[in-house]
């Protein structure tokens, strides 16, 4: 019913990096971003470094306020279908609401991704396509209808 790869492929971490920036994941499996890490992977310059800063604390924000509204929803949705009586209207919306948030989070990610794209050079791009790769990619563990392993009807 959730989507929860998809969903936990972007969280925020909550410690302040070495650097006393806020760094943020991409994907769980990766190390969290920081500016030390951009600094250090993408070779930023201060004047990138700086615009940096500013592009993350305004994503990390609008980022959070997401997230929150989504465990929210989704903690809401797991009550709702635990619930004595399930009522399909609420789950429904609830359903609806976690695809808007998540719609949501996609979105200012990619806005935060095209703006640090924007004042990257041509390598700093191809290093940073890698790094977000993740989050854009399809996801080998979801599999929509007809690929499946069953012996479901061949046209």
């Known amino acids: 019913l ?14 302040k990096a070495a650097d006393n920036q806020e760094s943020f994941t991409i994907d769980p ?5 920081s500016g030390r890490y951009l600094r250090a992977e993408l070779n930023f310059d201060q004047s990138q470094m700086e615009t940096y800063r500013i ?35 609420i789950i429904a919306d609830y359903s609806d609401s976690i695809g808007i948030s998540h719609a949501q989070l996609k979105k200012v990610t990619a806005q935060f991704y095209l703006s640090l794209k924007g004042i990257s050079d041509q390598e700093q791009t191809e290093k940073l396509e890698m790094i977000f790769a993740p ?21």
């Open 2 to 15: 959730l989507n929860i790869s998809t969903i936990s492929t972007i969280f925020i971490d909550k410690q």
């Open 29 to 33: 499996e990766s190390s969290p971003l």
């Open 55 to 89: 592009q993350s604390r305004n994503f990390r924000s609008r980022a959070n306020g997401i997230i929150y509204n989504l465990n929210h929803y989704k903690a809401q949705l797991n009550n709702e279908l635990n619930s004595v009586s399930p009522d399909s209207s």
């Open 135 to 155: 989050l854009f990619r399809d996801n080998p563990n979801i599999q929509g209808p007809g690929r499946g392993t069953g012996r479901g009807r061949h046209h």
